[in-house]
């Protein structure tokens, strides 16, 4: 149906007018229902959302697979603790390039068309990996599915809050980080019965079914605008929302939207102080955010049990903190809006501190029930009942490294993993946030190649309580950090603006 048959929200069937406001529900209210009865807009955030569901599979790839690559047989597969932190790391130069670059796709490829290709690096990585001969092949193969994350990471965001409704958008917002965890919890599943080359085989569905389902869905009505597209756009948003909605309504907006906001924001601009403050507060985030640690911890996972001597097999234990991780980020979906931004900020960083002081001091104070056995002269000549002894009360305490990974993940779930995205959405003008998103990318992801590169070899040298306690450190650095941030909870963002441009608190804390 071409654009000059919808001047006016008619029922297509009946041609006949009808008045929103008999509905029983206020006007709003009546179009997430009809909006919800369609249900094509959730099968749009599926579609799209199985990239994250690839994505996190693939940056957890290595836990179970460098333990495996580090015994194996082929001497040109066998990694060294140098080409195991290659192994782990070059997957975070692959997504901030790969984020980065989105920048330019998003603008003049389109959201639909970006996530798509992203399907084909991921492809041909995963193929690497699976043929792999020589660790040359796999790290080719890491940096590829890395360049797809970065793709995936910067456009399927954008992509679903512009196809889905208010009333809806923030609990699909929160889908990609829910199918992110869950991709990395079915690797480590998957990783109990399948051996690694068959992992990087089953990599490759979730994209090969992305792709088909995308190429049935409709590109982003915004996007669509910008390009002059208008009847395109109008006719995407009525595939998403249903004849039956009032879609004119919220195309016109859209129109509105983007002729206020399609002038390119210049350097004069950038140093007003309602742009730098945010923008600022917004990459520092990202780079705080890494510092916790979580990159390596998730990437070296099982290599990180192997070497505290945890109470159950390593395999078991990741499989075990990806569930809790799962778990974490359902429930701080529900929190945002009623805790408030800074609260939560502030308890995340107090259990990360806590969880990476516990484990740093487990590591260099409690000795190893290996190392007891094998290196005390004193423990081999000693009875066999003294030896049970030392035994029982080390591996006691071997449940700590557990709980306290647990509770790492937990802290990061509920407060700096989410809220730093949630954040650069609110307190960064429009106009500037297509273009600081993919600076946080490439920021974050930076920081996290460091972290990865360095972490196995610091362990080597140093020992592994001194990464996690540069980690501890980095978290007493956030909680100073958060002091300084707006709460952003209940505040629209003309509110948040104002305060950024006038500095004036009374936009964010309204006197009682």
Not at 6 to 15: E, G, L, V
Not at 186 to 212: D, E, K
Not at 288 to 311: A, K, N, R, W
Request: charged letters at 15%; a positive charge.
């Amino acid at each position: 149906m071409g654009l000059q048959k919808r001047k006016a929200p008619f029922n297509d069937r009946t041609s006949t007018w009808q008045p929103w406001a008999s509905c029983q529900e206020p006007v709003v209210g009546c179009n997430i229902i009809k909006t919800l009865k369609n249900h094509r807009v959730f099968l749009a955030t599926f579609a799209a959302v199985l990239g994250n569901f690839s994505f996190g599979f693939a940056l957890v790839y290595t836990s179970p697979v460098i333990p495996a690559l580090e015994k194996s047989l082929t001497l040109n597969l066998r990694l060294t603790e140098e080409t195991a932190s290659w192994f782990g790391s070059v997957f975070s130069l692959g997504v901030a390039a790969g984020g980065f670059g989105t920048m330019f796709f998003n603008d003049y490829l389109g959201r639909k068309l970006s996530i798509m290709l992203s399907a084909v690096p991921s492809f041909i990585g995963y193929l690497f990996m699976t043929s792999a001969q020589e660790t040359w092949m796999l790290l080719v193969g890491r940096l590829l599915t890395g360049f797809a994350g970065g793709v995936i990471s910067a456009s399927i965001p954008v992509y679903i809050s512009e196809i889905s409704h208010p009333g809806v958008r923030g609990t699909l917002g929160s889908c990609p980080q829910i199918m992110g965890v869950l991709g990395a919890l079915f690797l480590y599943a998957l990783a109990l019965v399948v051996p690694w080359r068959w992992l990087a085989v089953a990599g490759q569905v979730p994209v090969l079914l992305m792709i088909v389902l995308m190429s049935f869905m409709p590109d982003s009505p915004r996007f669509l605008v910008s390009k002059g597209k208008e009847e395109k756009a109008l006719d995407a948003l009525v595939w998403l929302r249903g004849a039956n909605a009032e879609y004119w309504r919220e195309y016109e907006e859209i129109k509105d939207s983007f002729s206020e906001q399609s002038r390119p924001i210049s350097w004069e601009e950038i140093k007003q102080p309602y742009i730098w403050k945010p923008m600022a507060i917004t990459l520092l985030m990202r780079f705080l955010q890494q510092l916790s640690g979580i990159t390596p911890i998730l990437v070296y996972l099982q290599v990180i049990f192997d070497s505290t001597e945890v109470i159950l097999e390593p395999q078991y234990d990741a499989v075990i903190v990806g569930a809790v991780r799962l778990a974490s980020v359902a429930v701080a979906t529900f929190l945002m809006d009623k805790v408030g931004r800074k609260i939560l900020l502030y308890i995340s960083a107090c259990i990360m501190l806590a969880s990476n002081l516990a484990l740093g001091f487990y590591i260099h104070f409690i000795p190893l029930p290996q190392y007891s056995l094998s290196n005390s002269s004193a423990i081999m000549v000693n009875s066999s009942s003294h030896e049970g002894l030392a035994t029982s009360w080390t591996s006691g305490l071997t449940v700590i490294p557990l709980i306290a990974t647990i509770v790492f993940i937990i802290g990061y779930a509920i407060g700096w993993g989410p809220i730093s995205w949630l954040l650069m959405a609110e307190i960064l003008p429009l106009k500037a946030r297509g273009t600081v998103s993919g600076l946080c990318v490439l920021v974050s992801w930076l920081t996290a190649f460091v972290l990865t590169n360095t972490f196995l070899l610091v362990k080597a040298k140093y020992g592994l309580e001194v990464p996690y306690f540069f980690f501890g450190a980095a978290c007493i650095v956030k909680l100073i950090f958060t002091f300084f941030i707006p709460e952003t909870k209940a505040r629209s963002l003309e509110q948040i603006e104002s305060y950024f441009r006038t500095g004036q608190k009374s936009f964010i804390f309204p006197p009682p």
